[in-house]
């Protein structure tokens, strides 16, 4: 269990961020996971009071600030019409309603858990990260990145003409998946993420026509690029079967509009 | 550090330490109800509102009340009981122990759900685990405690008109 010296509400973001320089100081968001580590924070620094728990959307895009509940994405309506139901099925297993009401998208990023949902979903969609310093980037890019001292201000879905589903497994309802996907499809192509491997997220681009003339052969290809591991939920070998049918069951499902699975 | 928060509608200024959780600031107020099953915030046993909302006391940090309205099974206590008559008749309440948190989460649902199916109701309930029942008793009671709330307003609606 952690320990906490001095509480924080932060005022402005730049407090926030002067004050996450020093090493021995941590951002707390919704306090799911922090908590369970065993950190000494001399500062812990609350970012709740900075309005960043609200979903905005104008023509180009859909701004999540890092403070929005995993429930919130669950709920909000225009951004599951937009992503085709896509987030709130990646949310809707983790944990429970309680949970998803403190756990934020922020701290669900920033964390680039091997086993995460939500990096998983947000991965083969067109998504950025707005960092206070760093600016805009892309998930893609951020997934990849060192954590550092920056500060996750917003996660921002681009608006295009694609068509996302999203497609977990697990042991257990509410336990960590075992392997998970994100297939989505626009004009000028497909993206895949694979996350869960049991480590982080990956993502994949194929054509159209890849996909359409030979969609086993393409999705072999991807799977074969993949390092899936081995751990108490399941084994490497399985991870990759199973990767391969939902990989497939999400296909299918935006090609016929969730009619059929 | 000092919070102010608001406790089933009664004023509360407490000295908490900065990583107190609300957990053991509510069971401080004397709120036993809200207890600690797991600590890691798998079972729902520390359930409690804040603005109505649910979570789990286990891992909000005490000092996110400030300003807060937070609402325990204490402050519930007459949907409390009348849930709590559905839960006996069902054979849903054997230890007991999962009972407070599952009991807020489901007065939370039937305040945010209308109509649920039977699969909205396992989605809403799916983060409070009971070792005893099974499960299914806790869905007859609840379908039957909806269905009483359902004739119930239907009743005040009529008596209005
Ligand atoms: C028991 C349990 C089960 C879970 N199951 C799943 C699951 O099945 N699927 C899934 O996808 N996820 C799962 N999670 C992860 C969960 O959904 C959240 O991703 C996780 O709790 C982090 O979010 P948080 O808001 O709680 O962040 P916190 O715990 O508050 O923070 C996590 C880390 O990120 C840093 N941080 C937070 N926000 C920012 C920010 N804006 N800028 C910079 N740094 C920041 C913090 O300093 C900390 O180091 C689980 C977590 C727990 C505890
Ligand atoms: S004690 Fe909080 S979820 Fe178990
Ligand atoms: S009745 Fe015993 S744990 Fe639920």
């Known amino acids: ?261 | 550090m000092e919070i102010n928060y608001v406790l089933n509608g009664r004023k509360i200024k407490a000295e908490i330490s900065a990583d107190d959780m609300l957990l053991g600031q509510l069971r401080a107020q004397k709120c036993f109800s809200v207890k600690c099953g797991c600590e890691t915030t798998n079972c729902g046993l520390c359930t409690v509102w804040l603005d109505g909302v649910p979570v789990l006391s286990c891992a909000v940090p005490a000092a996110r009340a400030e300003g807060h309205e937070i609402t325990t099974l204490e402050g519930l206590q007459k949907e409390a009981r009348e849930f709590a008559q559905f839960m006996a008749e069902e054979g849903s309440d054997q230890c007991g122990f999962c009972n407070p948190g599952y009991v807020m989460n489901v007065l939370a649902m039937a305040r945010d759900l209308k109509n649920p199916t039977e699969k909205e109701i396992c989605d809403y309930l799916s983060g409070n685990l009971c070792r005893c029942t099974g499960y299914t008793s806790h869905m007859r009671a609840i379908k039957k405690y909806l269905a009483f709330l359902k004739d119930k307003k239907a009743e005040e609606a009529g008596d209005k008109a």
């Open chain 1, 1 to 261: 269990m952690y320990s906490i010296k001095e509480y924080v509400i932060a005022t402005t973001l730049e407090e926030a961020y002067n004050l996450n320089q020093k090493k021995t100081n941590r951002i707390i968001a919704g306090n799911m996971w922090l908590r369970l580590g065993n950190a000494n924070i001399v500062n812990a620094i609350d970012l709740s009071k900075l309005g960043l728990n609200k979903i905005e959307e104008n023509d180009e895009e859909f701004q999540l600030g890092c403070m929005v509940s995993l429930r919130q994405m669950e709920l909000d309506e225009k951004l599951n019409d937009y992503t085709k139901n896509a987030l709130r099925d990646c949310v809707k297993d983790i944990v429970g309603t309680q949970f998803r009401n403190s756990a934020t998208v922020g701290g669900s990023i920033w964390g680039r858990f091997g086993f995460s949902d939500v990096l998983t979903c947000m991965l083969a969609m067109d998504t950025e990260v707005e960092l206070y310093k760093a600016g805009r980037i892309s998930l893609a890019d951020f997934v990849n990145m060192k954590p550092d001292n920056d500060i996750l201000v917003k996660v921002i879905i681009k608006k295009n003409d694609g068509k996302a589903n999203y497609q977990a497994l697990r042991n257990a309802a509410t336990d960590f998946p075992v392997i998970a996907c994100c297939a989505v499809k626009k004009s000028d192509g497909w993206s895949f993420s694979i996350g869960a491997k049991p480590t982080k997220a990956v993502r994949y681009t194929a054509s159209l026509e890849d996909i359409q003339n030979n969609m086993d052969g393409t999705l072999d290809d991807i799977l074969e690029k993949i390092t899936f591991g081995t751990n108490t939920r399941a084994s490497k070998e399985y991870r990759k079967a199973m990767a391969k049918v939902l990989l497939k069951r999400a296909i299918k499902n935006i090609e016929t509009d969730g009619q059929e699975v």
